[in-house]
């Protein structure tokens, strides 16, 4: 498997790596620093591993409850977990 050139992941990631574009929109945080430690954000995670809007929403709720929103952002992570149950498998949890 080819690698890329930046930062050796496995090919075909490149519209969304860090490390090629780093320093443009990708490099930069509006609003805050709560993603300034991540070695990846979590919308360039949940880009390159296709989640869905609530997927996304708990991976970026659960990377940041620490430094921003704490419990709040704990339960907006639940909910999202909840709204994913019901919208993909017509279940409440």
Known sequence: MTKCEKCLQKEGHEAWCPEKYQGGSLGKQVGGDH???CNIQ???YG???SLSICEHAV???ITRHKKK???ED???A???VELEAKLTYGEEI
């Open 47 to 49: 880009y390159a591993n």
């Open 78 to 80: 639940k909910h999202y």
């Open 59 to 61: 991976v970026k709720y």
């Open 35 to 37: 993603y300034k430690d």
């Open 42 to 44: 979590p919308l360039e």
């Open 74 to 76: 704990l339960r907006k």
């Open 69 to 71: 929103g704490q419990i």
